[in-house]
């Protein structure tokens, strides 16, 4: 028969822990902070950066570039007295280069594509053309073109 180990220290609840250590508090802080400094970036055409952390009254913001690092220093104190507003015991920001925040997402590709235009109209001499390429063309073919032709008289009248 196994002998059942007895132990010392008995699992805590995690609702406990997250009290305890106040993770719940500093993330919703944190996602706050973000939607003001990404309101504040937005206004100063920087994108790309986020708040990594908030340690002892230092907000730490992470930075893509080194160039966007650069443009935050210059407008540091218009970020903090902003934030402040927000979340009084700030004292001060720090700004790291993330390189990680510069890699594109497949999503952002997605969004970056460029957009394909539909012409508007079409000319009665394509139309024309259609229905002449029509007239010698397989039976689901010439149905497409005349269909193609149908269409482009219906836009342009």
């Not at 966007?68 to 927000?86: A, K, P, Y």
Request: with cysteine; aromatic share 4%.
């Amino acid at each position: 028969m196994a002998a059942m180990k007895s132990y010392k220290k008995q699992p805590k609840p995690i609702a406990l822990l997250l009290e305890k250590n106040s993770y719940q508090k500093s993330t919703s802080l944190i996602t706050k902070l973000d939607m003001v400094l990404q309101r504040l970036l937005k206004q100063h055409n920087i994108s790309g950066c986020r708040i990594g952390n908030i340690e002892n009254g230092t907000l730490i913001i992470e930075s893509p570039t080194s160039l966007w690092l650069q443009r935050l220093q210059f407008i540091r104190s218009d970020i903090l007295s902003e934030l402040r507003t927000h979340h009084s015991s700030l004292i001060n920001i720090k700004v790291k280069v993330n390189p990680a925040l510069a890699k594109v997402s497949p999503s952002q590709l997605k969004t970056n594509k460029p957009v394909k235009k539909r012409a508007q109209k079409m000319s009665k001499d394509i139309a024309d053309s259609f229905l002449a390429l029509a007239e010698n063309a397989d039976p689901k073919l010439k149905k497409a073109l005349q269909s193609l032709a149908k269409f482009s008289t219906n836009k342009s009248e």
